[in-house]
């Protein structure tokens, strides 16, 4: 049995030299595509009745990963979403194994034709100003906990970042001003695919940070845990749910919301947006590739469109006036 037709070899290759090396993807995307092989070959070795680790290429046939997409969506109950994004990444192992031996270009073309799922896009969510408000002001900031946790919200809500981009934020990635009146404070964020952006702070979330970060070393994370440790994306996670819960309680309006910091980070755009802030600005500010990602937030606020449809509003009827009843256009005429 040749290691070529092996499908663990591939597998390596892919991980390790393909998704890190040539591509060179992010952490995240990286694991994605890991957890879709953790879940993938141990379903393809039950069908192909082998050990896993004698899994050949071919048994990863198209029947076989078709059935695994319906065994996600029907006993995992996973999403359409999520699908589409576990098959993206069987596509992208066939097409590197295709392209290094090309006697597996029929297979890989029988794997890529698998289409992926139509689904519909919900509505993006987004707090009002006031929820914001509510949610900013529920921490009790005279506790160490408490005010941490205020400038984590305060935070997402002014970067309009991603919960992974948030947790990595170092003190050295912030330019804070000698005092915390200095009005050109920003953060540098590293986003999705290792692209950096540099974003504005706002005075209010200066001058938490410079009191926060007193004595920090400059490779120390910013927001960390009662141990020390640095917070992680589930913890930022975690922080607002918790307090979008207590806010709920007053405000029943937020409790059929999910509140989550992506919801931050849409109530980011869409107040940019309402404040007159360009798109194409929104866009590099979130960090987006395409302006057709960040199109969706024109869609979605509901005053800004009633506002558009004032300007289209029809006037209330006008008389007509005949033009024989217009006497200047009869002198004009007949002195012709």
């Known amino acids: 049995m040749s290691d070529t037709n092996l499908l663990s070899p591939w597998i390596r290759r892919f991980l390790l030299e393909y998704l890190v090396g040539d591509r060179n993807l992010s952490p995240n995307t990286q694991k994605s595509y890991r957890d879709t092989l953790r879940l993938l070959l141990p ?5 192909a009745k082998r050990p896993l680790d004698q899994l050949m290429v071919e048994d990863l046939t198209r029947d076989c990963v ?23 990444a069987v596509h992208s192992l066939a097409r590197f194994i295709a392209g290094h031996r090309p006697e597996y270009l029929k297979w890989s073309g029988e794997l890529e034709s698998i289409p992926f ?3 519909s896009r919900p509505l993006v969510p987004y707090l009002e100003k006031d929820e914001v408000d509510s949610l900013l002001a529920a921490p009790d900031q005279a506790t160490d906990q408490g005010a941490r946790d205020h400038l984590v919200l305060m935070f997402l809500y002014n970067i309009g970042a991603r919960a992974s981009e948030v947790a990595q934020v170092q003190v050295g990635d912030l330019t804070l001003g000698r005092s915390p009146q200095f009005d050109r404070s920003s953060v540098l964020i590293h986003g999705k695919g290792n692209k950096d952006r540099r974003c504005p702070l706002w005075k209010k979330t200066a001058a938490l940070l410079h009191a926060c970060l007193r004595g920090r070393a400059q490779n120390e994370h910013v927001f960390i845990n009662r141990r ?7 913890g930022i996670h975690a922080i607002v749910e918790r307090y979008a819960g207590v806010v709920a309680e007053t405000m029943p309006a937020l409790a059929k919301k999910r ?13 940019l947006l309402r404040a007159g802030v360009d798109i194409n600005t929104i866009r590099a500010w ?3 590739v395409s302006l057709a990602t960040t199109n969706v937030y024109a869609e979605v606020d509901l005053d800004m469109k009633a506002q558009a449809l004032a300007l289209c509003e029809l006037p209330g009827k006008r008389p007509r006036k005949r033009w024989r009843d217009d006497a200047g256009l009869m002198a004009f005429l007949e002195s012709l």
């Open 228 to 234: 020390g440790e640095p917070l992680t994306r589930f």
């Open 43 to 47: 379903f393809a070795a039950k069908i």
């Open 286 to 288: 979130l960090g987006h």
């Open 66 to 88: 078709r059935a695994f997409l319906d065994d996600l969506e029907e006993n995992r109950q996973c999403s359409v979403a999520t699908r589409n994004q576990r098959l993206a």
């Open 117 to 119: 799922k139509k689904t």
């Open 259 to 271: 509140v989550s910091p992506h919801t931050l980070r849409h109530t980011t755009a869409t107040h």
